[in-house]
């Protein structure tokens, strides 16, 4: 990261934050609940970058005399909002503008000037300002160098595919030397091959704001390639529960359990989560453990009884069952076609999404069920454990 932009950013007595410290990378995504505070950070971020911001008593958490910001730089610095000598430019777009002027302030000054130049380019020459700040994001990914692009909900109005052509907008920008910090609610936007990118907010029942950096995991090249701009993966981010499935075919099928039980899955804002095979699960459970995100694991044991074990899967039930723990691991006998009660290897999708959805509710298997409840439980409020 270049040495002028943030590092950290320090907010006390600030709207719903008591004493917050905020790690920002190059790209830094604010995720978490309706109302957690994710735009207060924004806020918190152009209060202490730009000069023309005015802070009011709303600004000031109620029952605070006072309240104070602070950032560091990447080069050690400290900035403040009586001394921002050395802050980078701010580039701040609020979801309330979205159909209209976009960026929120006016330039304090010139480098400030030169950042918001491109947008308003942009936004003159547009017929809809949803479009413009797709075009606006992209002059300043050929134009600008050292900014801090700021965007609330940048998803609003924008088709799926534009959400991951906005990812790879962000890292151009960043390429160029600047930093994007934005709130979402789209999974198109994040990834869960980069999770120190993401950045967990959440409020405590006293309402106080806190944010939490997920930490990196280590992956190989074919898994970053297998999630990235994967939001179906992605979603388990915005999930309340994740049931951590090997492929399509349990994919397909759970959404009708949990229909015959009288449950709908996405209503419970619960992902089935199709892992790209079995060795994967170990991984997605310790993302899901990062990410505070409560799951539930379905997978086949691959254990015959008319074969002798084989060690290599005997080896990997046993790290799934430890990873995971036994309370949060449904095992399949011998796999799911044994327990849904069709044998053929052929159209397996197809297959189960037929056999599945024509079983009487009283007739599902007992593992289908039991994993859904888990999931239903794990999704209600309440904080979870991951002992």
Same mark, same amino acid.
């Given at each position: 990261m270049p040495d002028g932009l943030i590092r950290e950013i320090r907010a006390v007595n600030f709207r719903s934050a008591r004493r917050l410290s905020v790690d920002v990378g190059a790209i830094c995504a604010l995720i978490g609940e309706p109302g957690a505070g994710k735009s207060n950070v924004l806020l918190a971020l152009r209060a202490l970058?730009?000069?023309?911001?005015?802070?009011? /008593?709303?600004?000031?958490?109620?029952? =605070?005399?006072?309240?104070?910001l602070e950032g560091t730089l990447a080069d050690g610095r400290v900035i403040s909002m009586r001394k921002r000598a050395g802050a980078p430019p701010l580039v701040h777009f609020p979801a309330e503008l979205r159909g209209g002027r976009l960026v929120a302030g006016e330039p304090a000054d010139e480098a400030?000037? %030169? =950042?918001?130049?491109p947008v308003a380019r942009a936004l003159a020459g547009s017929p809809a300002p949803r479009v413009a700040l !797709?075009?606006?994001?992209?002059?300043?990914?050929?134009e600008t160098t050292g900014a !801090? @692009? +700021?965007?609330?909900?940048?998803? %609003? @109005?924008?088709?799926?595919?534009?959400?991951?052509?906005?990812?790879?907008? $962000?890292?151009?920008?960043? +390429?160029?030397? /600047?930093?994007?910090?934005?709130?979402?609610? +789209?999974?198109g936007l994040l990834s869960v091959a980069t999770l120190d990118e993401v950045n967990l907010v959440s409020r405590d029942e006293l309402g106080v704001t806190a944010v939490e950096r997920?930490?990196?995991?280590?992956?190989?090249?074919? @898994?970053?390639?297998?999630?990235?701009?994967?939001?179906?993966?992605?979603?388990?981010?915005?999930?309340?529960?994740? &049931?951590?499935?090997?492929?399509?075919?349990?994919? &397909?099928?759970?959404? @009708?359990? $949990?229909?015959?039980?009288?449950?709908d899955a996405d209503r419970e804002q619960i992902s089935i989560v199709e892992c790209g095979g079995k060795s994967n699960l170990p991984l997605f459970v310790e993302i899901c453990k990062r990410a505070r995100v409560p799951y539930v694991v379905v997978h086949d044991s691959d254990m015959r009884p008319d074969r002798e074990p084989v060690e290599s899967e005997v080896r990997l039930n046993a790290l799934i069952r430890r990873r995971a723990?036994?309370?949060?691991?449904?095992?399949?006998?011998?796999?799911?076609?044994?327990?849904?009660? $069709?044998?053929?290897?052929?159209?397996?999708p197809k297959r189960a999404f037929r056999h599945i959805g024509e079983t009487p509710p009283d007739e599902l298997p007992e593992p289908f069920v039991r994993a859904v409840r888990l999931a239903l439980t794990a999704a209600r409020p309440g904080p979870p454990s991951y002992s």
């Open positions: 970058l730009d000069p023309g911001f005015e802070l009011s /008593n709303a600004d000031v958490r109620w029952g =605070a005399r006072s309240l104070s400030a000037a %030169l =950042a918001h130049e !797709v075009r606006g994001l992209e002059a300043c990914a050929e !801090v @692009f +700021a965007i609330e909900e940048p998803e %609003l @109005f924008l088709a799926p595919q534009a959400h991951r052509y906005l990812r790879r907008l $962000f890292r151009r920008l960043v +390429a160029r030397g /600047n930093q994007v910090v934005f709130t979402t609610h +789209a999974p997920l930490r990196p995991i280590d992956v190989d090249d074919a @898994f970053r390639v297998m999630c990235e701009f994967d939001a179906e993966r992605a979603e388990l981010f915005m999930s309340r529960c994740a &049931i951590l499935v090997e492929g399509m075919t349990e994919k &397909i099928a759970f959404p @009708f359990v $949990f229909r015959a039980l009288g449950h723990g036994a309370r949060r691991t449904v095992v399949l006998e011998p796999d799911f076609e044994g327990v849904a009660g $069709f044998r053929s290897r052929t159209g397996k």
